[in-house]
């Protein structure tokens, strides 16, 4: 399975924009690039993925590299609500496990 | 309505004992998934089944059974429970296959005296 390597962490404050990295250098052409978080006490919720072009949906939006190595999820204006680990996965269709690998993820803080 | 729900929320029992946990989706998912996450929070894949069968089992001792009866319900029953089983578990469903995004339920917190 294809690595990503994120930051530990991440301060943001309330109402600005937070772009979140991730790399992955080894990503294979058929791995999408998933972004999960996890709010304090509750399960993960899926919040966008993309393969090759720029995502846009209602919680953030995706930016990918033209090289697919690296990746950014973007918040456009930060909420408190927004403090959470964020987790960058990769994972290949073709694999009929449909499992996703967690790393260590960023755990973003956000303030008033 | 909530789409996916475990029972129960808290589990605290001694080390020795047998205890089982509950998930239940209303997504009309065909696919559930059980992780576990340590004191440490990191979360992994534990067991997957698609249509009621065994898909993923990330060797995971047998000492944990996870039950399907139907496709909107996957348990999981612990025997012989240690302390190293204190996690929180969270369990999890999607559609099969292509790339469907996985949806969690609230989680499990487990403690083993």
């Known amino acids: 399975d294809a690595k990503t390597t994120q930051p530990n962490s991440m301060e943001s404050n309330e109402e600005e924009p937070v772009h979140l990295p991730c790399n992955h250098s080894?990503?294979?052409?058929?791995?999408?690039i998933h972004w999960y978080r996890q709010l304090p006490s509750q399960g993960p919720e899926y919040v966008i993925h993309?393969?090759?072009s720029n995502v846009n949906n209602r919680m953030a939006s995706l930016a990918i590299a033209e090289d697919r190595k690296s990746s950014t999820l973007i918040l456009h204006r930060a909420t408190l609500r927004d403090a959470a680990v964020y987790y960058c996965?990769?994972?290949?269709?073709?694999?009929?496990?449909?499992?996703?690998?967690f790393g260590t993820g960023t755990r973003l803080q956000v303030f008033p | 309505d909530t789409a996916v729900s475990q029972t129960p929320k808290y589990l605290v029992t001694q080390m020795g004992n047998d205890k089982s946990i509950k998930c239940e989706q209303n997504?009309?998912?065909?696919?559930m998934y059980w992780y576990k996450q340590d004191s440490k929070k990191f979360l992994k894949i534990m067991f997957s089944?698609?249509?009621?069968?065994?898909?993923i089992n990330e060797t995971v001792p047998n000492r944990f059974s996870p039950k399907s009866p139907d496709k909107a319900h996957l348990n999981l029953h612990i025997n012989s429970l240690e302390l190293g089983d204190s996690a929180v578990y969270f369990c999890?469903?999607?559609?099969?296959?292509?790339?469907?995004?996985?949806?969690f339920g609230p989680g499990t917190r487990l403690t083993v005296t």
């Open positions: 080894t990503i294979s052409g058929t791995d999408y």
């Open positions: 993309g393969l090759t």
């Open positions: 089944y698609n249509n009621k069968e065994l898909i």
């Open positions: 996965i990769l994972r290949d269709p073709r694999e009929n496990t449909d499992k996703l690998i």
């Open positions: 999890a469903s999607s559609l099969w296959g292509g790339v469907h995004e996985q949806y």
């Open positions: 997504l009309g998912h065909d696919t």
